[in-house]
């Protein structure tokens, strides 16, 4: 049974920092890619960042780069988003998806298994 769990949102202010994790089970990350997507109320998902299934490089759209970086830790099966320097910009839903084979496209529709997302706010 494939199973993604993200962890770790909560209240932050701005300009601290945040690490999101994604749990996987029912599959292995050198096999499927790991995408990273926010969803903030009134708005369409949108795609952050991703990790290759095969050499573990990591894609971040430009909007968070700099901010936002990967890592993963297969041991654990476990993908980490770090978000530093959070803007009043970034609070949603964030989730973590399930693709098989390579990381791109990074777009909702092109990940098959989804987590129940974790909810982040940035407030002062």
């Known amino acids: 049974q494939v199973q993604l769990v993200e962890s770790g949102g909560g209240l932050v202010q701005p300009g601290r920092s945040l690490r999101l994790s994604c749990a996987v089970s029912g599959f292995r990350l050198d096999v499927y890619a790991i995408g990273w997507f926010r969803q903030a109320p009134g708005k369409e998902r949108e795609a952050l960042a991703c990790i290759s299934n095969s050499d573990n490089s990591t894609y971040v759209m430009d909007f968070v780069k700099g901010r936002f970086t990967l890592s993963r830790d297969d041991a654990k099966n476990t993908v980490f988003l770090t978000m530093d320097a959070l803007e009043v910009e970034d609070p949603g839903v964030y989730y973590c998806?399930?693709?098989?084979?390579?990381?791109?496209?990074?777009?909702?529709?092109?990940?098959?298994?989804w987590g129940q997302g974790t909810q982040v706010t940035v407030s002062s």
């Open positions: 998806a399930g693709k098989y084979g390579t990381s791109w496209p990074l777009t909702p529709a092109e990940y098959n298994f």
